[in-house]
């Protein structure tokens, strides 16, 4: 994976504000030199945590969409289970998929594209 710290907290930070900025009390970013992971953890006021590895085996493209998974989990998790982002005209919320190469969030009943997972350079 050619990620480094600063670029993946900018992807978190950015998924968060897509999924509605879910009450954070940290986000923490942290290299894993000795295995060239990244892990992210997420805690919550209420002193929960929620994290995700990112493996240096990993594309760019597929660690934005393990990281978007992830982070969709803990903020539905702490939405008590509002779809996050919400799928248009469904009650699920959509799903982190690679489209075309590209991060995307899919509706899991149409397979369709609904946004990408973030917002193109």
Same mark, same amino acid.
């Not at 986000?27 to 992210?40: H, T, Y």
């Not at 008590?80 to 982190?96: D, F, M, Q």
């Given at each position: 994976? =050619? !990620?480094?710290?600063? /670029?993946?907290?900018? #992807?978190?930070?950015?998924?968060?504000?897509?999924? *509605?900025? +879910?009450?954070?009390?940290?986000?923490?970013?942290? &290299?894993?030199?000795? &295995?060239? @992971?990244?892990?992210?953890? $997420? #805690?919550?006021? =209420?002193?929960?945590?929620?994290? &995700?590895?990112?493996?240096?085996?990993?594309?760019?493209? @597929?660690?934005? !969409?393990?990281?978007?998974? *992830? $982070?969709? =989990?803990?903020?539905?998790?702490?939405?008590?289970?509002? /779809?996050? +982002? /919400?799928?248009? %005209?469904?009650?699920?919320?959509?799903?982190?998929? $690679? !489209?075309? %190469?590209? +991060?995307? #969030?899919?509706? /899991?009943?149409?397979? *369709?594209?609904?946004?990408?997972?973030?917002?193109?350079?």
């Amino acid at each position: 994976m =050619d !990620v480094v710290r600063a /670029p993946v907290r900018a #992807w978190a930070e950015e998924i968060l504000r897509g999924l *509605g900025d +879910p009450p954070l009390r940290d986000l923490v970013v942290e &290299s894993r030199p000795e &295995s060239g @992971e990244v892990e992210v953890v $997420l #805690w919550f006021p =209420d002193g929960t945590a929620a994290g &995700s590895y990112l493996q240096a085996a990993m594309t760019d493209a @597929e660690a934005v !969409v393990h990281l978007a998974d *992830g $982070l969709q =989990d803990a903020a539905v998790e702490q939405a008590l289970g509002r /779809p996050l +982002p /919400p799928c248009p %005209g469904h009650p699920h919320p959509p799903t982190a998929r $690679l !489209v075309s %190469g590209v +991060p995307a #969030w899919t509706c /899991p009943r149409t397979g *369709g594209a609904v946004r990408p997972i973030l917002t193109p350079p």
